[in-house]
């Protein structure tokens, strides 16, 4: 694709501005429901760039963020089994649970390995044959199949001490809830470009259909999110719903058939708990039967501590879109980048990191 000079992009912005402003004669809120939209959203400046009546508020897409205390305990109490090796990628390590975090864990002997691909684990697990090898596989349908193609690796390799322990989700499901809740009025969605190319736009059809929202597939360049905004402005000012695509580039209608079809293999839908959002039906993935041995729940013994919250943080409200970071009475002050008292301050796409990297933003 030809790309745009520099003089083309500003016009386009400014007619994208223009036409905002013209069409958005009444308020309107609407939801990035992807972290690296989010921090792109603060990094460009995007939302000091709308108007007063569009409100741009984030939901519930950063996958560290949604994974609950109930997972990071059992990440932990694994951790402290002497032959366990763990890894993980890195923003898991500081996620607090209900009294520890990977973090603490590993400062205190815990073998727990960051890794940048899931494929990694393998490598450690077939250089320790002594050791039981568990990767933290969370994520949304972006790195599940990775994850499920690691399983199908290790199956070919013959490794029998390595594990997974899914804590994958879901989105479109998470978008029924959100609606169905009700709790937050959404006028439009902008849809993550990544997880899209692996599921298409289909999965998304209910949005529009029955819940009357339009949403649009975007990428994650300033001019990507401020012609999605621009196209939902105008969807809302025509009363019309529909489900655009404005990331064909990358997005196919059809998304990934291949990885669909490893994804399929390995990892079936089931209920799963979200942070902030309860158990949702059918919005995660649970490893299938035939490779149960490498379901590190199903084939390896573990006793995890009572799930507890941490009194103040109101992370989950904020991935709800109920609550911005700055209504959190710990925000900035017990809770920074630093010293994270809940998950949305300690991923780089969390909305409260964000909004303290960059600024409260409006
Ligand atoms: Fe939780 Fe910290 Fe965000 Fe408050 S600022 S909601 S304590 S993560």
């Known amino acids: 694709m030809k790309s745009r000079s520099r003089e083309e992009e500003h016009r386009l912005a400014a007619y994208f501005r223009g036409e905002i402003a013209r069409l958005a004669t009444k308020p309107v809120r609407l939801m990035e429901v992807c972290g690296t939209h989010t921090v792109a959203i603060f990094k460009a400046g995007i939302r000091q760039l709308l108007p007063p009546e569009v409100e741009l508020v984030s939901g519930p897409g950063c996958p ?173 000012a025509a009363g019309e719903a529909a489900l655009d695509n404005e990331y064909r580039r990358v997005v196919p209608p059809a998304g990934n058939p291949a990885a669909l079809a490893v994804l399929d293999k390995v990892y079936g839908e089931a209920d799963a708990a979200w942070r902030g959002l309860g158990v949702i039906p059918a919005s995660g993935l649970a490893v299938k039967a035939a490779y149960r041995r490498f379901d590190a729940l199903a084939a390896l013994p573990v006793t995890v501590e009572e799930t507890k919250e941490h009194p103040g943080c109101r992370c989950g409200e904020v991935l709800r879109g109920v609550a911005r970071p700055a209504d959190c009475p710990l925000f900035g002050t017990a809770c920074t980048p630093e010293k994270p008292v809940g998950s949305c301050m300690v991923s780089v796409e969390g909305t409260c990191a964000a909004w303290y990297k960059y600024g409260a933003g409006r």
Do not use: W
């Not at 694994?78 to 990628?89: E, G, H, L, N, Y």
């Not at 479109?172 to 709790?183: F, N």
């Open 64 to 236: 560290v963020c949604v994974t609950p205390n109930g997972y990071l305990d059992t990440a932990v109490a694994f951790s402290r089994q002497a032959d366990v090796i763990i890894t993980t990628f890195g923003d898991m390590l500081r996620v607090p649970g209900s009294s520890s975090s990977l973090a603490a864990e590993q400062a205190t002997g815990a073998d727990i390995r960051i890794v940048y691909s899931p494929l990694d684990s393998l490598e450690i697990a077939a250089a320790n044959p002594g050791k039981k090898v568990i990767f933290l596989a969370v994520g949304f349908e972006t790195t599940a199949p990775t994850a499920a193609a690691t399983v199908l690796a290790a199956e070919q390799a013959g490794l029998a001490n390595f594990y997974v322990l899914s804590a994958h989700k879901l989105v479109p499901p998470a978008l029924r809830a959100l609606l169905t809740a009700g709790e937050v009025q959404v006028d439009g969605l902008l849809l993550p470009g990544h997880v899209s190319a692996i599921i298409g736009e289909e999965p998304y059809g209910f949005l529009a259909r029955e819940y009357g929202v339009p949403a649009v597939i975007t990428g994650f360049e300033p001019l990507d999110i401020l012609g999605a905004v621009y196209l939902l402005v105008k969807r809302i």
